[in-house]
Each structure stands twice: as structure tokens, then as C-alpha cells.
């Protein structure tokens, strides 16, 4: 990690948005199991906080095989883009999950855009928005776009341009079904974007205890 993105959040502040992220990752789950009928777990083990560059490189060391990923554009008072990404093959374990388990190949690759499109909503949406809610503030979110590729160019999405200069990179694993489905939740956001979430995440400690008044430098 660069010296000077593992400072802009300091140790508190990280684990304000780590527990914003976890009660957001539940409520989301919570909806998927409305959706496939069963239980679901999703874990959020780490928050990594990482220049663009690094979370490229992070990604090619973890995952040899092709990806598939849910893009999403966010705006409000911090704006970006959220995406979540899955081996390939992993995604169509978590079509076969959503739809059931019954169908064949060839009727899972047809609903693929469909079913991964729906989840990453439900998933994303409901993280986002319960960060959201918890920090006092909106978001308006983008219908959610399908892509496949090797990770990098993940990172180098248009529009927005000015987005992506750091990367909130968690990884994250799924048990649906019996099946294990791992995968990363990817927040980039361009550094004022960033420094508005640290404002936002210092009043959220304020309000939850009581503490003294947070600083305002930066």
C-alpha cells in the first residue's frame, strides 16, 4: 500500500467504515436470502485501502482466471464506482444458487447477464445504502453493467473520469447453497471524494460515542 493513501484514513476511522460495511454486507445478505430462499452468508473479513495501481496488481496475484464483474457508478456527497467481482467461473455457481439449481448449462449461460445483474444490485445497493443511511447521507446509484475481462481494466472505467485514484478493495466470501463463492466488493473514489468520507465517517463516530468533537484537519 502507498504511504500516502494508507494515511488518509486513520485506525478509527477504518474501523467505522469496517463495522458501516459489515452491517451493510448483512442487510445485504438478508435480501439475497429473501431471493434464493435460503440461508446466506457473507463475510467481510478485511478492508484494504490501496492506490489504483496497487489493488490492479493485488487483483492479477490473486486471480490467474478470467472475471466477471457487477459495475456500478455512485454520486452524492462522495461519488464513484462500486464493483463487484467474481472468478468466472465461481459467477456461474451463483447463477446456478439464484436460480434454483435446476437448470441446465445452457439455460444458466442465458440468464448469466440477468441473474448476476439482479444479485450485484441487490448486494451492492444494499451495502451502499445502509452505509449510506448510517452516515446520514444519499446516494444515487447506476443500473448495474455486466463485465467480463482479466481485472485491470476494471480499474480504467469511463465515465466518471476523475474517479478511481483509490481503491477500497475487500475481499469476500459467499456460502450459498452448499457452495463456496468467493469474491471482492471494489469502491474507487477520486481523493476528495475520500477526504469527504473521512469528514462523514468522524461525525459518524462522534454521534455513536459521544466523543469530543472531531477534528477538521485533514
Do not use: W
Amino acid at each position: 500500500m502507498s504511504a500516502p493513501v494508507a494515511k488518509v484514513l486513520d485506525a478509527f476511522e477504518l474501523d467505522a467504515l469496517t463495522e458501516l460495511v459489515n452491517i451493510g454486507v448483512g442487510r445485504a445478505a438478508n435480501s439475497l436470502r429473501e431471493m434464493v430462499g435460503e440461508q446466506v452468508h457473507l463475510s467481510v473479513p478485511k478492508i484494504s485501502l490501496l492506490a489504483r495501481n496497487d489493488a490492479v496488481r493485488l487483483l492479477g496475484e490473486r486471480e490467474e482466471d478470467k472475471l466477471v464483474a457487477v459495475h456500478q457508478v455512485f454520486d452524492g456527497d462522495i461519488h464513484g464506482r462500486v464493483l463487484l467481482i467474481f472468478p468466472e467461473k465461481k459467477s456461474l455457481e451463483l447463477v446456478r444458487a439464484v436460480t434454483g439449481g435446476e437448470l441446465s448449462l445452457e439455460d444458466i449461460m442465458e440468464l448469466e447477464h440477468e441473474a448476476l445483474a439482479e444479485t450485484g444490485n441487490i448486494i451492492l445497493n444494499g451495502c451502499l445504502a445502509t452505509i449510506a443511511n448510517l452516515l446520514e447521507r444519499n446516494l444515487k446509484m447506476s443500473l448495474p453493467e455486466i463485465l467480463k475481462g482479466d481485472g485491470p481494466e476494471f480499474f480504467e472505467l469511463d465515465p466518471p473520469t476523475d474517479t478511481g485514484e483509490v481503491v477500497l478493495f475487500l475481499y469476500i466470501d459467499f456460502a450459498l447453497r452448499s457452495r463456496d463463492i468467493n469474491g471482492y466488493i471494489v469502491m474507487l473514489m477520486d481523493m476528495p471524494s475520500l477526504t469527504a468520507l473521512k469528514v462523514l465517517l468522524r461525525e459518524f463516530i462522534h454521534r455513536t460515542t459521544g466523543a469530543a468533537p472531531p477534528r477538521q484537519d485533514a
